[in-house]
């Protein structure tokens, strides 16, 4: 248990649908995050929010959407995905001053058919 | 940009000591941080660098060289469970923006 929880866990999905990715901190940080785990490529970033406002969006496509409505729940709402877009998702949280540390949730596997 | 490069996979014996080596090229660096990650799990901090030299934290030591951009992980006393990858990453800017590396797929055998 590391105090971030991801739902749902394992996600099918058609290009057409729209679905949302749900996290929530229990550590009463101030920063959240949204990164992508592919196969063979690094955790990228998709999204950084500090004290609830976006701070970093790094050239996502516009089919994701998150949503930060308090410190401690972090969204990511899908539509219209490609196959490619299938992977790990993982929500994480921090505290600013602490020296690099992330608290990652357990991902939520996505799969586009 | 920011770009840090780790060995695809490595293999050593258990009981036995390992090193992961991480070299990063970034602007704006502040640290280097290590994370572990078992198949199926969420990755879990490890150690941070902010400063040159060894930071030993149990049976895991990570070393950072600013001068050289180069980091590494060292392993002692390997057990099986700690067959996992390890990501090495920076970061910089004060939300923590940060950056993974390629991973090292780590097996140890018996």
């Known amino acids: 248990e590391t105090g971030v929880t991801q739902t749902p866990r394992h996600l099918v999905m058609g290009m057409t649908n729209k679905k949302s990715l749900k996290c929530e901190q229990h550590?009463?940080?101030?920063?959240m995050y949204w990164y992508k785990q592919s196969a063979k490529k690094p955790l990228e970033l998709m999204f950084v929010?500090?004290?609830?406002?976006?701070?970093e969006n790094n050239s996502v496509p516009s089919r994701f959407s998150p949503e930060c409505p308090n410190s401690s729940h972090l969204f990511l709402h899908l539509h219209t995905l490609q196959p490619e877009d299938s992977a790990l998702y993982l929500c994480?949280?921090?505290?600013?001053?602490?020296?690099?540390?992330?608290?990652f949730g357990e991902g939520s596997r996505l799969t586009v058919l | 940009g920011q770009s840090l490069e780790q060995p695809s996979e490595v293999t050593a014996v258990e009981g036995a000591i390992v090193q992961i080596n991480c070299t990063y090229q970034?602007?704006?660096?502040?640290?280097l941080s290590w994370y572990q990650q078992h198949d199926g799990g969420a990755p879990t901090f490890l150690s941070y660098?902010?400063?040159?030299g060894l930071e030993e934290t149990g049976r895991f030591s990570s070393f950072l060289s600013r001068s050289d951009s180069y980091g590494y992980l060292l392993l002692q006393e390997l057990q099986m469970k700690d067959s996992a990858s390890y990501f090495c990453?920076?970061?910089?800017?004060?939300?923590?923006?940060?950056?993974f590396g390629t991973g090292t797929k780590l097996q140890v055998i018996p």
């Open positions: 929010y500090s004290l609830e406002e976006r701070v």
């Open positions: 660098n902010a400063l040159d």
């Open positions: 994480a949280s921090s505290q600013e001053s602490a020296g690099g540390e992330l608290f």
């Open positions: 970034t602007s704006g660096f502040y640290g």
């Open positions: 550590l009463g940080h101030n920063a």
């Open positions: 990453a920076s970061d910089s800017g004060g939300y923590q923006k940060v950056t």
